[in-house]
């Protein structure tokens, strides 16, 4: 792995390996607790992986053998959200969940540890997740004055089922990487030592694939549960894909030239 230039980042690292960009949040101290800050740094990472055209697959973990990350950093909650050093409280987790959703890319959550709280919910909302078998998931919101009702709850349930995502989050208990794994909750679990290999062997496979394909499947999986917001993303991809065609290249030329565009000449399918 090799740092992406151009970043002064202090809670995170960002690195790059043969097309694949690896975030790792970098505060093992507080096992890999996120402040603000920490989550303005993801931000910008995930926004640099959505503008590379050479970034095909991300990879998101922690630092360390102990945590994935255990949500946001209790030490600087505060009223209204956690406050970083401008002295202001946020909820900024909540853009990077959007983030992590809508790069048309896969992203694959590498559990190494803890995933907690906050924490367990950006393994959720990561499109894969390969634990290893140290890995522990869970929810601790009600027991430490939080919730997450948003994807956190509904894309949570979509993925174990209503009773089960109840059962989380009512009785805050952990959970192994087994019975993650069991639950559907993450793709695959393997011995520590190999899960950097295995998620590195499972981006390479996904990287043989069409890029242009994964990304459709993922807007429309997102479009089936994101209601307009999904169609948005699906329809952008649409666009985007009509945009190649002469058919929408006549269109802009006829107005620039000032006549009636011609869109005869252009196949149509049944
Ligand atoms: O719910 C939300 C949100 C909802 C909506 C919108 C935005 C949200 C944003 C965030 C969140 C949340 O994340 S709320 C949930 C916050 N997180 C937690 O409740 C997890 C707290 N941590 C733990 O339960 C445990 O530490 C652990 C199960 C992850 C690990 O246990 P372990 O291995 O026994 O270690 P432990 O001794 O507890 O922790 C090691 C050190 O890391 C401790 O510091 P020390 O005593 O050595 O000074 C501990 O305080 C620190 N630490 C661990 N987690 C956090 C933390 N410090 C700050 N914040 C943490 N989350």
């Known amino acids: ?148 009702a948003g994807f956190g709850a509904s894309y949570l349930a979509r993925i174990v089922g209503q009773k089960k995502a109840r059962e989380i989050w009512f009785l805050c208990r952990q959970y192994s990487a087994i019975e993650a794994e069991r639950m559907g909750l993450v793709n695959k679990v393997v011995p520590f030592e190999q899960l950097e290999d295995e998620c590195v062997d499972w981006a390479n496979t996904m990287m043989e694939r069409s890029p242009l394909a994964l990304r459709m499947i993922k807007a429309g999986l997102n479009a089936e549960l994101d209601g307009q917001a999904g169609i948005q993303e699906l329809a952008g991809d649409a666009t985007m894909l009509y945009y190649t065609l002469d058919e929408a290249q006549e269109g802009g030329k006829a107005f620039l030239e000032k006549r009636k565009p011609d869109f005869d000449k252009y196949p149509q399918f049944p």
């Not at 990472?45 to 970034?55: G, M, S, V």
């Not at 202001?88 to 803890?114: E, S, T």
């Open 1 to 148: 792995w090799k740092p992406i230039e151009g970043f002064k980042f202090e809670e995170i690292r960002f690195e790059e390996f043969n097309h694949i960009a690896k975030v790792t949040i970098n505060r093992p101290r507080y096992r890999n607790a996120f402040t603000p800050k920490t989550v303005w740094e993801m931000s910008q990472a995930f926004n640099y992986c959505r503008e590379a055209l050479d970034i095909r697959v991300v990879i998101l973990t922690g630092e360390g053998d102990k945590a994935f990350c255990s949500g946001g950093d209790m030490h600087v909650k505060g009223r209204g959200g956690y406050v970083g050093g401008d002295g202001v409280p946020r909820l900024n987790v909540l853009d990077l969940q959007m983030q992590i959703r809508r790069l048309p890319k896969p992203v694959i959550a590498m559990v190494n540890g803890y995933a907690i709280g906050g924490g367990h919910v950006l393994q959720v909302v990561c499109d894969l997740s390969i634990a290893s078998d140290n890995a522990i998931f869970g929810q601790t919101g009600p027991k430490v004055g939080s919730f997450d």
